[in-house]
């Protein structure tokens, strides 16, 4: 057991690899929901976007990027208390802001359709 604590680099890569699986899992879902609604247009199919099938995934990634972020502050010589007490604030804040500019760019496309995220256009 005294392996997986000092230093955590089991914990650094499990972080990591929760992450990576968890994105994966929601880019999948994302785009199986957005081509979903662009065949029904409907608005229902837009509030489903932001249900459990999409939270599920993203829960998931913040999951893993505060293991990875506060065993790689440990790594450095941070205290294992210490370094949870400042990756769980900025992974919620960072997750938070990531979720409502998610719901922004849905709004965006249920109003104007995917010309409303013409992205280039901003270049």
């Known amino acids: ?12 890569l499990a972080g990591l690899l929760i992450g990576a699986t968890s994105g994966a899992a929601f880019e999948a879902t994302l785009k199986q929901l957005v081509r979903e609604w662009s065949k029904t247009r409907s608005t229902r199919a837009i509030a489903y976007l932001q249900g459990m099938p999409l939270q599920l995934p993203f829960c998931g990634i913040c999951v893993g990027i505060c293991v990875f972020l506060g065993s ?29 500019q998610l719901g922004n760019l849905l709004m965006q496309l249920e109003r104007g359709g995917s010309k409303a995220l013409d992205l280039d256009s901003f270049g």
């Open 72 to 100: 790689g502050l440990e790594i450095f010589g941070f205290p294992a208390a210490l370094s949870y007490l400042i990756s769980v604030p900025l992974t919620v804040f960072i997750g938070w802001l990531v979720w409502s």
């Open 1 to 12: 057991m005294y392996f997986y604590s000092n230093p955590p680099y089991f914990w650094l």
